[in-house]
């Protein structure tokens, strides 16, 4: 997962698969909300599908109502990829876990160690700059004032 974006967008009802899977490519950001049969929510369907039967599919293997070009259609799915829902093993694709609740769980694993990475660079950085700024100022003893001239 080289980037996640996650837009807030208002939940469908959860008995409307088709405007879940929908919501789902919106809030990864992968659609703009343009429809419910976008390419974005044809690829996720069909993994889901797949996923179900515990499969995975190439390139060529999904089946989609379009004739793009075989390059565009791997553009699509390495930006799913990108967002952590889909993983490539050897010519293979496959939504990261069998179930969508699993793979959203998995992302949400690799967001919060990745923020704890920050929080840990942030923590060291801290350290280091606030150092480098004692150092920097002069030290003025404790209880003394330090009258300023303003001209």
């Not at 967001?111 to 920097?136: G, L």
Request: proline share 2%; aromatic share 8%; hydrophobic share 40%.
């Amino acid at each position: 997962m080289d980037k996640l974006i996650i837009r807030f967008i208002e939940r469908p009802k959860a008995n409307d698969t088709e405007q879940v899977i929908n919501w789902f490519c919106e809030v990864f950001g992968l659609t703009n909300g343009a429809g419910t049969n976008t390419l974005e929510v044809q690829i996720l369907k069909s993994f889901l599908e797949a996923a179900h039967n515990e499969k995975g599919m190439t390139s060529s293997e999904l089946r989609l109502d379009t004739d793009l070009a075989r390059s565009t259609i791997i553009y699509h799915l390495n930006r799913f990829i990108e967002v952590g829902l889909l993983v490539k093993k050897g010519r293979k694709y496959y939504l990261r876990a069998s179930k969508m609740q699993k793979a959203i769980e998995e992302i949400e694993y690799d967001v919060n160690r990745e923020m704890q990475r920050m929080i840990d660079t942030a923590r060291e950085f801290d350290s280091v700059f606030h150092n480098r700024m004692r150092k920097r100022l002069p030290m003025i003893p404790e209880g003394k004032a330090r009258e300023v001239k303003i001209k």
